[in-house]
């Protein structure tokens, strides 16, 4: 089984909640994610691939959940886990730079434009993603 962690990482701005999404190899939009390292908890490589990928910083705020699927690895197929977090970005200033050999772009956008643009072309079995962390936000303005 192959293990990789990554999220939804918000920024605040005077124009609201944005979200970070990066543009993959394939096509499409995601969360920024990779795998685990060698003695690497969930959270760690989760903050690692994404300061990676995108060059932002971030500190996780929940747990959004797992997900599992089939992938193809030298004609065999192996099952992957993926733990997907809701993170903060530490420096909110801060613009995304893409790690250029991993992915094609990583930008902010802001949440509804976010939301529209994963259900256009991002991957359909991570929609849930960003009903979870609405949830998980409007759960902790209450408090």
Do not use: C
Not at 13 to 42: A, C, M, N
Not at 71 to 96: M, N, S, Y
């Amino acid at each position: 089984m192959e293990r990789a962690a990554g999220g939804l990482v918000l920024r605040k701005t005077h124009s609201g909640i944005q979200v970070l999404l990066i543009h993959d190899r394939y096509g499409h939009v995601g969360f920024p994610k990779g795998h685990l390292e060698s003695g690497e908890t969930w959270e760690e490589a989760a903050i690692r691939e994404i300061s990676e990928e995108t060059g932002i910083n971030s500190r996780i705020l929940s747990l959004l959940g797992d997900i599992e699927y089939p992938i193809e690895r030298k004609g065999l197929t192996v099952r992957k886990q993926v733990r997907l977090f809701l993170l903060e970005a530490i420096d909110e200033q801060a613009e995304p730079i893409h790690q250029a050999n991993e992915i094609q772009g990583a930008q902010y956008f802001i949440w509804e434009d976010a939301v529209r643009l994963h259900l256009e072309r991002g991957y359909v079995d991570l929609n849930w993603a960003f009903d979870k962390a609405r949830e998980l936000m409007n759960w902790n303005e209450k408090l």
